[in-house]
C-alpha cells in the first residue's frame, strides 16, 4: 500500500464560489478518504427567523440562497399558508410556477457556464451565461428584480403577469432554444467534456437512496423523484413527468440539468396559455399555530420547510434543509476512488450552494 | 402534530429507521425542538412521494443514539442538532465536537430555549478548547481556520 497524503481542498478553490473545506486523503493520485468541513457563511438564518414577525421572514428567507431565492420565499410562504389554513388564488398558483421555472432556468444555465469554465472551456462558459442574461433579464422584467425577485407573497404573489408580458416571456424563450440547441451539442459531442465527465464521480441508484440524495444528483442516478409530482402551486394541472438519466456520472448529472432547461421553458409556455384570470393573493388573517412541513422543488433539488407556530405573530421555529446539504453525503461517496485532478469538477457536479446549506 | 406521524421510544428509534430504510425510505431531515423540559425530535423520511414523521421524546439529560449506522448522511444533521440545539447524540460516525457552524468563543446552543441540566453545567459540545468530544474518527479535526489569535494586520490599520 502506498502512503497517504492529506491534501485540503478549499475552502478556497477556483471552481467553488462559495467556501467549503474538503479534507482529502490521497495514495498516490487516487482519493481514498475525504472528510468536509463547513461553517465559513453560517448566518443564524433558522435563529434570526423566530426573532422576526413571521409576515417579514419573507424577504429574509429569500436570502438564505441568491440563487434560488424565490423557491425559498415559496417554501416558506407555502408553510405559513399550510398553518394558517390559507386557500392561494389559482391564478397566484400558476405565477408561482413560471417564476419558480424562470428560476430554474437561470439556476442550470449558471451551473453550465461554471461546470465549462471548470472544463477552461471559456467560449462555452461565456455563451451559457449569454443566454442565462436574456433569461436574468426576463426575471427583471416580471419581477422587478434579477436575483433577489420578492415576488412570492404569504396568500399569493406581489406581482402579476399581463397579456403583453406573458407574450413577450413566452416569445423570448422560444427564441433562446435555438441557442440552447448548439449549447447542447457541444455539450454532447465535445471530447474534452465527455473525457472529464463521463464515468466521473459515479453514484449508484442504491448510493443516492442510501446517502439521500435529491434533486439532479439523484435523478441522474436512475431515481425519478422529483417534489414537482406531488403538484404543489400548479403543477398538478401542467402534466409534470420528471427528467431521468441512469448512468449516474458527473455527465448524467449535467445532462438531466441540460433536459430540464428544455422543460422548464416547456412548463412556463403551458403555465402561461393556461394560468386562468383573477386575484394574484389572497388576504391574510390570524397568527400561525401548530406544526406544517412544506416542500418545493428548487432548482438543485428538494427543499424543505418545517414551522412551528404559538398563535403569536413570531414562529417558534422554522426548520429549513436545503438541498446542497442533502446532497454533501452523496458526495463523500462520489469522491473516493476518484483521480485528485478530478475532485474539482465531481464536486462542482452536484451544483453546490453552500450558503444554502449553512443557512 | 403532523400529517403521517408516528410517535417512538428513544429506544426503538434505530430498529425503526432501519425498518424504513428497507422499506426503500430516504432520510430527508430532522428536526429538533427544545419544548422546555425535553426536547421533541423529529426525523422525516420519504417514501415515494410521502412524507413520513418519527417523533421522540426525550428528556434534556438523556442521550439519543445516532441513526448514521443506518442512513450513513444522517451525520450532518445529527451535528447540527447537537451543536445548535443541545440535543445529547451518541455514536455519531462522524462527530464535528460542537464545531460543524460554530466557532469557539461564540454562541454556545444558539437555537436552545432553556439550560440543559443533569449533564455537570457543561453544554454539549464544549469540550477542552481544540479538542473534539466526539469518537476517534475526527480526532486533531480543528479545521485550520478562525484563529483565536487576533490577526496583527486589524492592529496595523487601527
Redesign the interface.
Known amino acids: 500500500m502506498s502512503p497517504t497524503t492529506v491534501i485540503?481542498f478549499g475552502?478556497q478553490h477556483p471552481v467553488l464560489p462559495e467556501p467549503i473545506?474538503l479534507?482529502l486523503t490521497l495514495e498516490d493520485e487516487t482519493v481514498v478518504g475525504v472528510?468536509p468541513?463547513?461553517?465559513?457563511v453560517?448566518r443564524?438564518i433558522?435563529?434570526a427567523a423566530e426573532l422576526r414577525e413571521y409576515s417579514s421572514n419573507v424577504f429574509l428567507m429569500e436570502r438564505v440562497c441568491g440563487i434560488c431565492s424565490f423557491v425559498h420565499a415559496l417554501a416558506y410562504c407555502q408553510v405559513v399558508e399550510g398553518l394558517l389554513k390559507a386557500e392561494v388564488p389559482p391564478r397566484a398558483k400558476y405565477l408561482r410556477v413560471v417564476y419558480s421555472e424562470l428560476l430554474r432556468i437561470h439556476s442550470h444555465l449558471l451551473y453550465l457556464g461554471l461546470l465549462a469554465d471548470a472544463l477552461g472551456f471559456e467560449s462555452l462558459f461565456m455563451q451559457c451565461w449569454r443566454v442565462r442574461e436574456t433569461v436574468v433579464d426576463l426575471m427583471e422584467k416580471t419581477a422587478g428584480s434579477r436575483v433577489i425577485m420578492s415576488s412570492c407573497a404569504i396568500g399569493g404573489v406581489r406581482r402579476d403577469i399581463g397579456p403583453a408580458l406573458a407574450e413577450e416571456t413566452a416569445r423570448t424563450l422560444a427564441g433562446l432554444k435555438p441557442q440552447l440547441d448548439r449549447i447542447a451539442e457541444v455539450l454532447g459531442h465535445d471530447y474534452g467534456v465527455r473525457q472529464r465527465a463521463i464515468g466521473r464521480g459515479v453514484l449508484s441508484r442504491e448510493q443516492a437512496?442510501?446517502?439521500?440524495a435529491v434533486g439532479p444528483t439523484q435523478r441522474g442516478s436512475g431515481i425519478a423523484?422529483d417534489v414537482r409530482?406531488?403538484g404543489y402551486a400548479a403543477y398538478g394541472e401542467l402534466g409534470f413527468t420528471p427528467i431521468v438519466e441512469t448512468a449516474g456520472d458527473s455527465y448524467a448529472r449535467t445532462v438531466v440539468r441540460l433536459r430540464e432547461v428544455y422543460q422548464s421553458m416547456d412548463l412556463i409556455q403551458r403555465a402561461l396559455e393556461k394560468m386562468p384570470e383573477g386575484d394574484i393573493a389572497a388576504r391574510i388573517r390570524g397568527n400561525p399555530e401548530?406544526?406544517?412541513?412544506s416542500?418545493v422543488e428548487a432548482p438543485r433539488g428538494?427543499l424543505?420547510y418545517?414551522a412551528?407556530g404559538n398563535g403569536t405573530r413570531n414562529l417558534?421555529?422554522l426548520?429549513v434543509?436545503t438541498p446542497t446539504?442533502?446532497n454533501?453525503?452523496?458526495l463523500l461517496?462520489m469522491l473516493p476512488g476518484c483521480e485528485l485532478a478530478d475532485v474539482p469538477v465531481i464536486t462542482l457536479s452536484i451544483d453546490p450552494c453552500f450558503s444554502c446549506t449553512?443557512r | 402534530m403532523l400529517e403521517n406521524e408516528t410517535t417512538i421510544g428513544v429506544e426503538a428509534l434505530v430498529a425503526e429507521a432501519e425498518r424504513l430504510r428497507q422499506q426503500g425510505a430516504r432520510l430527508v431531515t430532522a428536526t429538533g425542538l427544545d419544548e422546555g423540559d425535553h426536547f421533541d425530535v423529529i426525523y422525516h423520511f420519504a417514501l415515494e412521494t410521502k412524507l413520513h414523521h418519527l417523533r421522540l421524546s426525550v428528556a434534556k439529560a438523556d442521550t439519543v443514539p445516532s441513526i448514521s449506522g443506518v442512513f450513513p448522511g444522517a451525520f450532518l444533521i445529527e451535528n447540527e442538532m447537537k451543536e445548535l440545539l443541545g440535543v445529547q447524540i451518541t455514536g455519531i460516525s462522524v462527530d464535528y465536537g460542537g464545531r460543524l457552524f460554530l466557532v469557539e468563543g461564540g454562541p454556545e446552543r444558539p437555537l436552545a430555549k432553556t439550560e440543559v441540566s443533569g449533564v455537570g453545567g457543561q453544554k454539549p459540545g464544549a469540550g477542552e478548547p481544540g479538542k473534539s468530544n466526539g469518537p476517534a474518527t475526527m480526532p486533531t479535526m480543528t479545521f485550520g481556520r478562525r484563529s483565536p489569535t487576533p490577526d496583527p494586520r486589524r492592529e496595523v490599520g487601527q
Not at chain 1, 468541513?37 to 465559513?40: A, D, R, V
Not at chain 1, 437512496?209 to 439521500?212: F, M, P, V, Y
Request: aromatic share 10%.
Open positions: 485540503p475552502p473545506h479534507r472528510v468541513s463547513i461553517g465559513y453560517h443564524g433558522e435563529k437512496l442510501a446517502t439521500g423523484e409530482t406531488t401548530g406544526e406544517f412541513v416542500r428538494e424543505i418545517y412551528k417558534e421555529r426548520r434543509r446539504y442533502a454533501l453525503p452523496p461517496t449553512e
